[in-house]
């Protein structure tokens, strides 16, 4: 089976979270918004200056220049927070209108007055208090933010699903929304097997290695809209095994486990699976590493069970969790991204799986590590990307290949 088809086979399976819950702004970013927001008022919602200058009719303005300057009237100086003409008494009765022949002091962010529809630069006048000579022409509109620049009353600011980056926190800022609806933290577990295993933190003994990989795999989940619920280690045993994934979909969305899916008399999972009355839905997929990664429903619930070697375990996780994660959320734009670039030195070995290489790639030029295998993760902190190698394909330097950045880089 090739990826694809795993991934959309397992991934047609798996249901979207309808739980919300309502943050205040600041800590909605990187959440999933879980409704449409539409702005209630204009961004900006009056006229305001771009400039440090003078706020004058353009029509009034029209041939001034150093040597043939305009003299205008200075009524008022506008700050910005200001309210144009409260200095007036009339303003009072809303009455106030700007003499024939003037001008406002106006600065940047200032409350630009109806009578008025362009701002001259100070740069371009003498700076004047009472009078000021203005010394060029501009047409309307000129160094004007007209109201709703940003957006209008009744815009659509944000579409229920979408990944709320720091674009949509500051346009909900703008509009004065400070809680929104977003949906719940999908709830990861994580379980390491493996009777080789232990945690940081205890002492290392003969036969046993620290598990590395339910810390890599902890960071990626919550970077990204979910939360751990579940970290574990578990020996290789069948009934704690399963005792521990029954704990497992209790409390969360998605089961990830690594360890034991291969072919040895330990490796414990596939059966387990069939005792949980789980569905296997991929396995032995077309790659490489990480070949007898899979994919399973338990109890509705989407499970990806990884193999233990950290890297295989790591291109598979990037591969499949993602996909699920959005599914989970209903929001795209969640998985690696593809792209391509251009392999810098050869690659003459023919696989006989599609293989992922890691690989470090910057400006459009990609360089694959010299050691790939699946147990080494020492070179992982160098990588950015995966170079996808369709079986038995070659490559020589100065070639285009298909690239998937790692998706916490
Ligand atoms: P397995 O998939 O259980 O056959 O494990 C394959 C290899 O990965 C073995 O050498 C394990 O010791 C190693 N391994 C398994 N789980 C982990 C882990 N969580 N962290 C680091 N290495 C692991
Ligand atoms: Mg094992």
């Given amino acids: 089976m090739e990826i694809e088809e795993a991934k959309k086979l397992w991934t047609d399976r798996i249901q979207m979270i309808n739980e919300t819950e309502s943050l205040p702004l600041f800590e909605c970013f990187g959440r999933v918004m879980a409704e449409d ?52 008494q009339s303003a009072a009765s809303g009455t106030w209108t700007y003499p024939e022949k003037s001008a406002v002091r106006i600065m940047t962010g200032g409350m630009i007055p109806e009578d008025f529809d362009s701002v001259v630069k100070q740069e371009d006048t003498d700076y004047g208090e009472k009078m000021v000579s203005i010394y060029k022409a501009i047409p309307a509109f000129m160094n004007y933010c007209p109201v709703g620049e940003n957006f209008a009353k009744g ?31 999908v709830r990861a577990a994580i379980i390491n097997t493996g009777s080789e295993l232990i945690d940081t933190g205890e002492e290392l003994s003969p036969g046993k290695i620290y598990s590395s990989i339910g ?24 009934e704690k095994i399963i005792q521990v994934l029954k704990k497992a979909f209790e409390i969360s969305d998605i089961v990830i486990t690594s360890g034991g899916v291969s072919v040895g008399k330990k490796d414990l999972i596939p059966e387990i699976i069939n005792e949980l009355g789980g569905e296997t839905i991929f396995r032995k997929v077309n790659i490489q590493p990480g070949t007898p ?83 080494v993760i020492s070179n992982m902190a160098e990588c950015n990307c995966y170079v996808d190698v369709p079986a038995g394909k070659t490559y020589s330097a100065g070639d285009v290949v298909n690239i998937i950045r790692m998706p916490e880089t």
């Fill in 155 to 185: 815009a659509l600011l944000v579409k229920k699903s979408t990944l709320i980056n720091r674009g949509i926190i500051g346009n909900l800022a703008s509009a004065g929304i400070g809680n929104v609806k977003v949906l719940r933290k």
């Fill in 215 to 238: 810390a890599m795999l902890k960071c990626s989940v919550e970077k990204a809209v979910a939360e751990t619920v579940m970290l574990e280690i578990c020996p290789d045993e069948k």
């Fill in 37 to 88: 927001i539409y702005s209630e008022i204009n961004v900006p919602s009056f006229p305001k200056s771009a400039m440090d200058g003078y706020a004058v009719r353009s029509s009034e303005i029209v041939g001034a220049s150093k040597d043939n300057p305009v003299v205008l009237t200075v009524t008022e100086e506008i700050d910005a927070g200001d309210v144009p003409g409260y200095k007036h």
């Fill in 293 to 375: 990664t899979m994919g399973c429903i338990v109890n509705g619930r989407p499970l990806l069970a990884l193999s233990g070697n950290p890297y295989a375990a790591l291109v598979n996780f990037d591969i499949y969790y993602f996909e699920a994660l959005a599914k989970l959320t209903g929001c795209d734009g969640l998985a690696p991204k593809e792209g391509v670039a251009v392999i810098q030195s050869d690659y003459k070995k023919e696989n006989y799986h599609r293989r992922f290489l890691r690989a470090k790639e910057s400006f459009g030029k990609v360089e694959i590590e010299k050691d790939n295998k699946a147990s």
